[in-house]
T-cell receptor, first 113, second 116 residues
Framework: SQQGEEDPQALSIQEGENATMNCSYK?????LQWYRQNSGRGLVHLIL?????REKHSGRLRVTLDTSKKSSSLLITASRAADTASYFC?????????????FGTGTRLQVTL | NAGVTQTPKFQVLKTGQSMTLQCAQD?????MYWYRQDPGMGLRLIYY???????DKGEVPNGYNVSRLNKREFSLRLESAAPSQTSVYFC???????????????FGPGTRLTVL
């Protein structure tokens, strides 16, 4: 079953605007990651936030994590047409002796000129 | 570094045919994974190999087998393909270790498989 659920499923904005997408998950986690997928390509890692962190920045990306609500958000500031892609959150559940990520269903972002 | 490579890029099979999807990574990663991606479903884990010599089932293993040939290579086999296995298949790897718990995954470009 899917651990993460992204919201919204699709988002259309104009270049220069900010894009916010949300992820909810079900179980306790070691970390939460965000990935981007351009159409027809493999996923590319964007950012990782650990369960003991609340906010993290990387360039135009800002990720927040609220473990009490089991939710995360990804903010892309000053979006560009090149940001058009699908974005997935992925969680690594606590415990176990191997890394297994569970991916959400993704948010499709369209950035228009 | 080529990263994670997958072959073939595209494949069309008839129901009942068999095939092997190949995956290789040149990053000396310990763990490797096979996912399938269906429209609107995100990625689902088929099988994974935490380290050379070990393999384990993921969320959707039925109809598939895997082999971790060595540290670099991890293959996925469909013994008798079914239309329900039409999907895009991705291989991934990570340097994950219990000591570091750093499990960013690196993905290959995918294989588009159609089963008629």
């Amino acid at each position: 079953s899917q651990q993460g659920e992204e919201d919204p499923q699709a988002l259309s904005i104009q270049e220069g605007e900010n894009a916010t997408m949300n992820c909810s998950y079900k179980t306790s986690i070691n970390n939460l990651q965000w990935y981007r997928q351009n159409s027809g390509r493999g996923l590319v890692h964007l950012i990782l936030i650990r369960s003991n962190e609340r906010e993290k920045h990387s360039g135009r990306l800002r990720v927040t994590l609220d473990t009490s609500k089991k939710s995360s958000s990804l903010l892309i500031t000053a979006s560009r047409a090149a940001d058009t892609a699908s974005y997935f959150c992925a969680t690594d559940a606590k415990g176990g002796t191997a890394s297994k990520l569970t991916f959400g269903t993704g948010t499709r972002l369209q950035v228009t000129l | 570094n080529a990263g994670v490579t997958q072959t073939p890029k595209f494949q069309v099979l008839k129901t009942g045919q068999s095939m092997t999807l190949q995956c290789a990574q040149d990053m000396n990663h310990n763990s490797m994974y096979w996912y399938r991606q269906d429209p609107g479903m995100g990625l689902r884990l088929i099988y994974y190999s935490a380290s050379e010599g070990t393999t384990d089932k993921g969320e959707v293993p039925n109809g598939y087998n895997v082999s971790r040939l060595n540290k670099r290579e991890f293959s996925l086999r469909l013994e008798s393909a079914a239309p329900s296995q039409t999907s895009v298949y991705f291989c991934a790897s990570t340097p994950w270790s219990l000591a570091e718990l750093t499990d960013t995954q690196y993905f290959g470009p995918g294989t588009r498989l159609t089963v008629l």
